[in-house]
């Protein structure tokens, strides 16, 4: 069970003239205060650069905290378009992972939002697999897809081999179902924090969907995170640091594990008699809408 970001950060508050490393050590400063593993860059996935980021981000992370994971954000080869992206995508993921990378996200919000045919559907995951070719053993690649529903593709998403997916249950809550359908040894990472401002950051409802994600396929909690819906950029920095907080402690929460431990760390409304009886957490049922389709 881990809490990671989803998106870029807002620019720390430093000044005009701060160097990358200046603000690659504050963004990194308020992730792992927070609790976060794996952190980021805070600016976010890169069609290009996102090695010297890594390196440097790679650099200061060990000396506030040695053993949290560093993970680079690229913008996958499909939202970048061109015969050559699959091709640029897997020579820079190649190049992060001989640089000792552990994780790498790609980015794909061209393909949320909308529908597509059993040709371009292929087309999607042809264009993964050729980016991925080679690199499956040689770092963990997440593909992530927030900003909405990405029920337009729905299990093809799996036929590409990606280790993990992010996904954005705030904008898109239907993803739900496309979770429902991933292979079990393939990991979840819940978009479950709103990225807005306002939102109710309460640790139920993202202890719920860890616990939901990780009863799917017998996968889990060694499979599952808790993430931020998509990027914090928008947010003024004090706000967008207490949401990682919030991440954070969800997370450890949900890590307990037990119903038992996790309880008493809960609104009580959230941990009524029907969860109790269970011995698992049972959301309570809402009135109207659809489930997980509110603060969005």
């Known amino acids: 069970m ?5 998106g870029p950060l807002p620019r720390p508050p430093l000044a005009a003239d701060a160097t990358p490393i200046e603000l690659a050590r504050a963004s990194l400063e308020a992730q792992v205060e927070a609790g976060l593993d794996p952190v980021t860059d805070w600016a976010g996935p890169r ?3 996102a090695v010297e980021a890594w390196r440097e981000a790679a650099d200061v992370a060990s000396g506030l905290a040695p053993g949290v994971a560093v993970k680079a954000s690229l913008v996958g080869p499909w939202t970048q378009g061109g015969t050559g992206a699959p091709a640029a995508v897997a020579a820079e993921m190649a190049e992060l992972a001989e ?4 994780l790498v996200e790609l980015h794909e919000p061209a393909v949320v939002g909308r529908t597509f045919d059993a040709g371009e559907r292929r087309a999607v995951v042809d264009a993964w697999r050729a980016a991925l070719d080679g690199l499956a053993d040689r770092v963990h690649v997440s593909l992530v897809l927030v900003g909405g529903d990405v029920t337009g593709l729905g299990s093809a998403i799996y036929e590409a081999p990606f280790a993990s997916y992010g996904f954005d249950l705030r904008a898109g809550p239907d993803n739900w179902r496309v979770i429902a359908d ?3 040894e393939r990991g979840i990472v819940a978009g479950a924090l709103a990225a807005r401002a306002g939102s109710d950051d309460g640790p139920e409802l993202l202890v719920w969907a860890a616990q939901y994600a990780a009863s799917f396929g017998g996968r889990g909690l060694d499979r599952v995170g808790l993430a931020t819906s998509g990027s914090l950029a928008a947010l003024p920095w004090d706000a967008a640091v207490t949401k990682l907080r919030r991440l954070g402690e969800a997370a450890a929460i949900a890590a307990r594990g037990s119903f038992a431990d996790i309880a008493p760390l809960l609104d009580p ?3 009524g008699t029907k969860s109790a009886a269970l011995g698992r957490f049972v959301p309570p049922r809402r009135r109207s809408g659809r489930q997980g389709s509110h603060d969005r």
Do not use: E, K, N, V
Not at 99 to 102: I, L, M, N, R
């Open 99 to 102: 640089a000792g990378c552990p």
């Open 269 to 271: 409304r959230a941990a």
């Open 47 to 49: 069609a290009d650069g």
């Open 182 to 184: 991933a292979p079990g």
């Open 2 to 6: 881990f809490a990671t970001l989803l």
